[in-house]
Nanobody
Framework: QVQLVESGGGLVQAGGSLRLSCAAS????????MGWFRQAPEKEREFVAA????????YYAKSVEGRFTISRDNAKNTVWLQMNSLKPEDTAVYYC?????????????????????WGQGTQVTVSS
């Protein structure tokens, strides 16, 4: 059974940084692309970033490009989201998720319905 566990969220002032972690188990981690999504109160879940299984391709939402960095270590079954220059509008619950489809070495998806396994989420709150 696939299990994804996020950690690293918290309260930070605008302009600050946080690093989220997602520890995966119950899957051959190195064969799956992974994504980060977020959901703010009363808003739909939105794509943040994705990374291919090979780490050869990364994709970001325009709202976070240049501030956030997704990375992974297949030996540690972990994917990270480094978040810098945080803004109050980044406040949300952040989720990591697995893309089950083989999209090739560089393929990525930003569609949440194409991800089949999700963590419980970690709260990120950015104060102004």
């Amino acid at each position: 059974q696939v299990q994804l566990v996020e950690s690293g969220g918290g309260l930070v002032q605008a302009g600050g940084s946080l690093r989220l972690s997602c520890a995966a188990s119950g899957l051959t981690f190195s064969t799956y692309a992974m994504g980060w999504f977020r959901q703010a109160p009363e808003k739909e879940r939105e794509f943040v970033a994705a990374i291919s299984w090979s780490d050869g391709s990364r994709y970001y939402a325009k709202s976070v490009e240049g501030r956030f960095t997704i990375s992974r270590d297949n030996a540690k079954n972990t994917v990270w989201l480094q978040m810098n220059s945080l803004k109050p509008e980044d406040t949300a619950v952040y989720y990591c998720a697995r893309d089950p489809k083989d999209r090739g070495r560089y393929g990525l998806s930003s569609r949440s319905y194409e991800y089949d396994s999700w963590g419980q989420g970690t709260q990120v709150t950015v104060s102004s």
